[in-house]
């Protein structure tokens, strides 16, 4: 984190203006973890998985408008730019991430990471019976999205908010990909990539 912190601040595109703490031409908050962890769990309470596949849709939204603010898409293959996606969320403290698989062809992906959010939610509050990192699910799917041109999905099949699981797995690419890695390599997670991904295009569709 600290690494990428200096690089950042160093080439100034990370700088401390006006009061305020810029990256390119955008402001940063901070926020409280436990806040936030208390934030999802509530909503998810009252919700179910409608928030859930909300999160999802605003992350994918924003995902693209970061690659396209960012310079990342001056980038000619994938696998770079979800390094650097990494990289700026490693330094934002929302975790430490990394590749897996990334098919720079057919732009599916498959991340491992320890979500700041999930280790929160099992710390301090309960662990979960499903995962949690909804809203890092659209980002990563949104930045191949962006750079694919098509539509892209992510289900995270582990979180490391369940219980004896310590690293999160998400798998990013088009619905077909998902199906069939999932059947493949976590059939364990069918059921559950099921359910998340018939939430998300429910909503989706309502939405237009």
Known sequence: MF?????????????????????????????????????????????????????????????????????????????????????????FGFGSFRTLKVDDKDGFMVLLGKSTLANEVKKNFETSPEPVDFMLGGLFAGAAEYFMKDKRYAVETRCAAQKDVQECVWVIGREDQIRRYVTKFSPESKEWTDAILKEIKTLEEKLG
């Not at 912190?5 to 908050?29: A, P, S």
């Not at 998810?44 to 596949?53: N, S």
């Open 3 to 91: 690494k990428q912190l200096e690089q950042y601040l160093t080439t100034k595109y990370m700088r401390f203006d006006e009061g305020q703490v810029w990256f390119g031409k955008e402001r940063i908050g901070f926020y409280f973890m436990p806040h936030l962890a208390t934030e999802f769990l509530t909503c998810k309470k009252a919700f179910g998985l409608k928030y859930c596949a909300a999160m999802f849709l605003a992350g994918r939204e924003r995902g693209k408008l970061f690659v396209k603010k960012h310079g990342v898409p001056l980038k000619k293959i994938l696998t770079p730019v979800v390094q650097i996606s990494c990289d700026v969320l490693n330094t």
